[in-house]
């Protein structure tokens, strides 16, 4: 699997961009055909609805860890948080914000845990962003550990230099970085933006 993953990476960095194109759109295409979450937004699949809006949806989770537990989805097509253009994630995150409240009222939960998962060593199985909003008890059967590690102040300081590089990056003005910028956004645009 890795391997095979590896050598379409490979295929793909010696293709030129237009070829390069070509492909990704053609794995998206296949990606989204075959997408249960797009089933379900094209009346294939059937779900149990709860609230449509132009570009969001929202159903039971077919597998509930507790009644009521609810999906929020974009109508668009998305692998990975990441990829949502901000305006669009506003919009998102304020159904999620809502339909919780609601779940939470419906269902008279002492709790709700929100979860939204990427990449598939976070646990996500269908390659579709989607919330999971989660009524919660005490003494219910959902593990709520995690397991934790001790860092030294080497390695915090190490991966908190890396983080804040990367995000004076993202917040620096454009102007003044336009060739690194445009170096950077190549390789972020390829790496692991595949559906
Ligand atoms: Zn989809």
New binding site residues.
């Given amino acids: 699997m890795e391997d095979s993953k590896f050598s379409l990476e490979s295929k793909l960095k010696a293709m030129n961009p237009e070829e390069r194109e070509k492909v990704v759109e053609e794995i998206k295409k296949k990606a ?1 055909q075959d ?1 249960i ?2 089933k379900i937004l094209r009346g294939e699949i059937p779900a149990k609805k709860v609230f449509e809006s132009e570009d969001v949806l929202s159903f039971l989770d077919i597998n509930p860890v507790n009644p009521g537990h609810t999906l929020v989805i974009p109508k668009k ?1 998305y692998l990975f948080i990441t990829q949502i253009p901000d305006g669009e994630l506003s919009a998102l995150m304020s159904v999620v914000k809502k339909i919780a409240g609601v779940v939470l009222d419906a269902t008279k939960a002492e709790g709700i845990t929100i979860s939204q998962l990427n990449g598939k060593a976070a646990g996500q199985i269908v390659p ?1 962003v989607h919330f999971h909003i989660i009524p919660r008890y005490e003494n219910d059967k959902m593990d709520n550990h995690w397991p934790t590690q001790k860092l030294d102040d080497e390695q915090f300081n190490n991966i908190q230099r890396k983080i804040i590089e990367l995000v004076k990056k993202l917040y620096e003005p454009k102007e003044n970085t336009e060739e690194k910028v445009e170096d950077e956004d190549e390789e972020y645009e390829f790496k692991p933006r595949l559906p």
């Fill in positions: 989204i997408c979450f797009c097509h579709h």
